[in-house]
């Protein structure tokens, strides 16, 4: 079992940014590949960036591309999410999530693919 807990949410002006981290705790927490999703009001959760075990692959939503970058720590089982250049629709609540994969260099943008999920934290862009 793996246990997900984001932090780093919050409220920011439109042009600012934000990280938001993702710890990951449990026997199989380095065995990873992990993922950020949102979900805007009335709106679908969709892919925001997903990374590979071994950091060398990465995938971004074209909406995303070029302001946000992912990363993690692998020593301390914890990826990132750099949010530079907010803009309005950016606002969603934001998950992490993983899947406990065999393959360090894949990596995977469909929601239906991961085995866990964090709570999620909100992250608020204004005008």
């Known amino acids: 079992q793996v246990q997900l807990v984001e932090s780093g949410g919050g409220l920011v002006q439109a042009g600012g940014s934000l990280t938001l981290s993702c710890a990951a705790s449990?026997?199989?927490?380095?065995?990873?590949?992990m993922g950020w999703f949102r979900q805007a009001p009335g709106k679908e959760r969709e892919v925001v960036a997903a990374?590979?075990?071994?950091?060398?692959?990465?995938y971004y939503a074209p909406s995303v591309k070029g302001r946000f970058t992912i990363s993690r720590d692998s020593a301390k089982n914890t990826v990132y999410l750099q949010m530079n250049s907010l803009m309005v629709e950016d606002t969603a609540v934001y998950y992490c999530?993983?899947?406990?994969?065999?393959?360090?260099?894949?990596?995977?943008?469909?929601?239906?693919?991961?085995?866990?999920w964090g709570q999620g934290t909100q992250v608020t862009v204004s005008s």
């Open positions: 449990g026997r199989s927490a380095s065995m990873l590949a």
């Open positions: 999530a993983a899947k406990e994969s065999a393959y360090s260099s894949f990596l995977y943008s469909s929601e239906d693919s991961y085995e866990y």
């Open positions: 990374i590979s075990r071994n950091q060398v692959n990465t």
